[in-house]
């Protein structure tokens, strides 16, 4: 039976109205960028659950508005199309890895997304496969980041120094090399949102 995450949105700027989370967080907001098709879950939850539990709001975008599709075939809403996204709205954006976060490697307006990011200072992460598009968006040229193993040549390519670490932070942008280091990822998001 497949299930279905839906109104994520909806439900992080819920518990940013919570008197724990929000005290904690400070209203920060964080845009959750997932592929339409293949995204990993085991990515998304803990990075969604620690974001509530921190009480940051957050929204969850794609290619187009409308479902994304895990690769276990669990679905979540997307309130947003990355065309349509403002990062100065959000004090970080995220990009999920998994086989379907591929589809952004060369996608303008990921690029733009993770340019416009950490050109107005704000916290830029990425996960699994994801730094990928990082480092083709030309935003880990001189930095320290890591990568799903055996994808680590497009972060030298993109002028990254590859680490190899689970989760790297240099700067204002974390990433991190799969699902086994997910919680340690949104852990290490959660705090430099503070």
């Known amino acids: 039976m497949k299930k279905i995450i839906a109104g994520c949105a909806v439900a992080g ?8 989370g929000a005290a904690w967080a400070g209203g920060r907001r964080a845009l959750v960028v997932l592929s339409q098709r293949g995204f990993q879950e085991k990515e998304f939850f803990p990075v969604r ?14 290619s187009a508005p409308g479902e994304a599709v895990s690769v276990y075939g669990t679905k979540t809403a997307c309130d947003k199309g990355l ?22 490697f060369n996608d303008p307006a990921a690029h733009k997304l993770a340019r416009d990011t950490v050109a107005s200072g704000r ?5 699994c496969i994801a730094p990928v598009i990082l480092a083709n968006a030309g935003v880990l040229k001189g930095r320290k980041a890591t990568v ?15 680490t190899a670490k689970a ?15 997910a919680r340690e990822f949104a852990r290490a998001l959660a705090e430099t949102l503070r």
């Open 13 to 20: 700027i819920l518990a940013a109205g919570s008197p724990s």
């Open 49 to 62: 659950d620690t974001l509530l539990s921190a009480g940051i709001s957050f929204s969850v975008a794609s």
């Open 148 to 162: 799903f193993p055996g994808e680590e040549g497009f972060l030298v390519s993109g002028g990254a120094f590859y």
């Open 83 to 104: 065309s349509g996204v403002n990062a100065s709205e959000y004090d970080a954006v995220v990009f999920i890895g998994g086989p379907g976060a591929e589809s952004f």
């Open 123 to 127: 916290i830029l992460a990425a996960i």
């Open 167 to 181: 989760v790297e932070k240099d700067g204002n942008i974390i990433t991190a090399d799969g699902p086994s280091s």
